[in-house]
């Protein structure tokens, strides 16, 4: 059983950053899609963004392109999301999921993604 460990979350200012990690030492970051993936109160969860585990593309969801970006340190078995230019429309648990398939091009599909993390919350708020 993959275990997905997500880290890196607290309280930030509007406009402000953090790196969101997600670990597992059972997995090889080079055989696992990864996705980052967001639940806000009382919404939907949804595609942050993802990174494929054979060609190392990405996706991100328009509403955080050219904000975030998603990393992999396949010699750590870690993969980051750096946040900036956070907003409150950002708050939200976020969590790393990891697919069992080889896909050259990610997608942020959360039924493709077997193994979860358990969350860790993320507030932007003055």
């Known amino acids: 059983q993959l275990q997905l460990v997500e880290s890196g979350g607290g309280l930030v200012q509007p406009g402000g950053s953090l790196r969101l990690s997600c670990a597992s030492p059972g997995f090889a970051a080079g055989r696992h899609g990864i996705a980052w993936f967001r639940q806000a109160p009382g919404k939907e969860r949804e595609g942050v963004s993802c990174i494929s585990s054979s060609t190392g593309r990405t996706n991100y969801a328009t509403s955080v392109k050219g904000r975030f970006t998603i990393s992999r340190d396949n010699a750590n078995n870690t993969v980051y999301l750096q946040m900036n230019a956070l907003t409150p429309e950002d708050t939200g648990v976020y969590y790393c999921?990891?697919?069992?398939?080889?896909?050259?091009?990610?997608?942020?599909?959360?039924?493709?993604?077997?193994?979860w993390g358990q969350g860790t919350q993320v507030t932007v708020s003055s």
């Open positions: 999921a990891a697919d069992p398939l080889v896909r050259p091009q990610c997608v942020m599909t959360g039924f493709l993604y077997d193994y």
